[in-house]
C-alpha cells in the first residue's frame, strides 16, 4: 500500500488549504483513513479520521469547525480541507491508513494505523 500526500504550502493566517491523499496497492471499500501532523519539536497528534464504508468522521478538538476530512471512494483519495489556519496549525501532514474500521473513540490512536504517507509541510504565517 503507498499513501500520496499532497496539496501543503505557505498560507497567511485565516487562509485555506486543501490537502488530498491518494491511496494504491489495494481496494479500499473498507477500512479508515486518518490525518495526523507533527510540529517541530512536538509528538505527532491527530488530527481528523474518517471510514471508507460509513462516512463516519473524527475530529481533533483543536480543529473541529475549521477542518473537514471527506473521502472519494472512487478515486481512493482523501481530503482535509483546512480553513481559517493559524500558526499553530504549522507542522507536517502525514495521511495514514488502517485496514480496521477503528470505532470513533479510537481513531486517534495511531498505533492502529498501518500504513502511512510521507507527509506535507503546511506552514502558516502570521
Known amino acids: 500500500v503507498q499513501l500520496q500526500a499532497c496539496g501543503g504550502g505557505l498560507v497567511q493566517a485565516g487562509g485555506s488549504l486543501r490537502l488530498s491523499c491518494a491511496a494504491s496497492?489495494?481496494?479500499?471499500?473498507?477500512?479508515?483513513m486518518g490525518w495526523f501532523r507533527q510540529a517541530p519539536g512536538k509528538e505527532r497528534e491527530f488530527v481528523a479520521a474518517i471510514r471508507w464504508s460509513t462516512s463516519s468522521r473524527s475530529y481533533a478538538d483543536s480543529v473541529k469547525g475549521r477542518f473537514t476530512i471527506s473521502r472519494d471512494n472512487n478515486k481512493s483519495t482523501v481530503y482535509l480541507q483546512m480553513n481559517s489556519l493559524d500558526p499553530e496549525d504549522t507542522a507536517v501532514y502525514y495521511c495514514?491508513?488502517?485496514?480496521?474500521?477503528?470505532?470513533?473513540?479510537?481513531?486517534?490512536?495511531?498505533?492502529?494505523?498501518?500504513?502511512w504517507g510521507q507527509g506535507t509541510q503546511v506552514t502558516v504565517s502570521s
Open positions: 496497492g489495494r481496494t479500499f471499500s473498507s477500512g479508515t
Open positions: 495514514a491508513a488502517s485496514t480496521s474500521t477503528i470505532i470513533l473513540t479510537a481513531m486517534a490512536r495511531r498505533t492502529l494505523y498501518d500504513y
